[in-house]
């Protein structure tokens, strides 16, 4: 084979590789809105219309949506994008402080003076043991 046409396959598999990882993001992102579709949330459809999710049907994959006066029923896909999704209450979701130590903090700073004495209680205070008396 020649250099040319190696070069043209290698062409040809990178692209093939940037379309599947381009397709995977874009899926993936689908997904995320999709899962984000609740109640409450501004949303604007693929033909343009803005408005209120009021009503989200998982088994019919419909979503009733409220624009001004009127209430549209469309299909899940029909929804192009979130405008403003619905904030969750912070205390559905509580999440543990963070324990980390902050940077150049010791981290068994308080236990390291307990072992110390620990450790000096344990040896003996007198240095002339074994020495003998200077009479």
């Known amino acids: ?79 192009g994008q979130i405008i403003a999704p619905v904030e969750s209450d912070a205390s559905d979701d509580e999440v543990a402080p963070d324990d980390d130590p902050e940077f150049g903090e010791r981290v068994g700073e308080g236990d390291s003076t307990a072992q110390g004495e620990a450790e000096s209680a344990a040896q003996p205070e007198s240095d002339d043991e074994g020495k003998p008396e200077k009479a």
């Open 1 to 79: 084979m020649d250099p040319m046409t190696l070069i043209m396959f290698g062409l040809i598999a990178v692209l093939i590789i940037f379309m599947i990882r381009n397709g995977k993001k874009r899926q993936q992102a689908q997904q995320e809105m999709q899962s984000n579709l609740v109640p409450g949330a501004e949303v604007m459809l693929q033909s343009g219309i803005f408005g209120t999710v009021e009503e989200v049907d998982e088994e019919d994959n419909r979503v009733t949506v409220r624009s001004g006066t009127s209430t549209i029923v469309v299909h899940r896909n029909a929804v």
